[in-house]
């Protein structure tokens, strides 16, 4: 109940633009900028945090949807992480408290076109204990938007977890033991691509990881700058053209007729 409370407040104060805060809801756990590890798996970019053994940013960027591979849950530890850089325990499902999904940062069937770069998405170093509902039905939703606007353009995704380690945000910490990482308690992500007019467009999301959300992303919808603003002085900008960073469209944008769903 207390985090409960503690994730109702965040998202009350990042409702509305004019309310934003000039520093992240969020304390950043330094006041420094991170020192995060770029790890290239493919067809995707990881920044990771070898220290505390957590992903913190995903980026890659989609051509049309070429493939229809089936999804294999064959989920494994990476090996290739860095001497001395912590990775998670174990890559069995998170089961203990039940209702928790092992869930992708950069999404399995982004890249069904290609059977090792669906392997790789499969490391549990792009993998985070989430909700099962918040996975197949809000993080899903910004999953099937990137789908369908692949097709019409080349389509950039940047996107991210929030980890707080400190006070009601260690509430949902159930998995350190068993794995050790911690829950996050915010995801967010960012679509760059052009729009009918062949004009750069962005869409942002800055979603709390709560149940029961559903489908609809209007109320999570934010710019980049605002974004950015939120993650704190810890965190690198994020890789947008500046004079699109002030962009946030009134509404999500629609999914399009004959989306491929698969």
Not at 123 to 144: D, G, K
Request: hydrophobic residues 35%; charged residues 25%; aromatic residues 8%.
């Amino acid at each position: 109940m207390r985090r409960l409370l503690f994730l109702l407040f965040l998202l009350t104060l990042t409702s509305c633009a004019l309310r934003l805060p000039t520093r992240p809801l969020l304390e950043p756990s330094v006041t420094a900028p991170l020192a995060l590890t770029v790890l290239e798996r493919g067809r995707y970019t990881l920044w990771y945090d070898c220290q505390r053994g957590e992903p913190h940013r995903f980026r890659f960027t989609l051509g049309q949807d070429q493939g229809q591979l089936p999804r294999l849950d064959n989920f494994r530890l990476d090996r290739d992480l860095p001497a001395g850089c912590k990775g998670q325990a174990s890559a069995k499902a998170y089961s203990l408290p039940k209702g928790f999904h092992r869930g992708h940062l950069a999404a399995n069937n982004h890249f069904d076109d290609d059977r090792a770069a669906m392997d790789a998405s499969n490391l549990m170093s792009n993998i985070v204990p989430q909700l099962a509902t918040h996975n197949s039905r809000t993080w899903y939703q910004t999953e099937l938007l990137t789908e369908c606007y692949r097709d019409l353009h080349p389509v950039t995704v940047i996107g991210g977890v929030v980890f707080g380690h400190a006070g009601a945000a260690l509430d949902n910490d159930h998995f350190v033991e068993s794995h050790g990482i911690a829950t996050p308690e915010v995801f967010w992500k960012v679509l760059l691509t052009k729009d009918e007019q062949d004009r750069p467009q962005v869409i942002a999301w800055w979603i709390p990881h709560l149940d029961g959300l559903g489908s609809d992303l209007d109320p999570y919808l934010r710019s980049v700058r605002e974004i950015e603003r939120l993650l704190g002085p810890g965190e690198a900008p994020i890789d947008v053209p500046d004079t699109l960073k002030d962009q946030r469209p009134s509404h999500t944008w629609p999914v399009t007729a004959g989306c491929d769903r698969q």
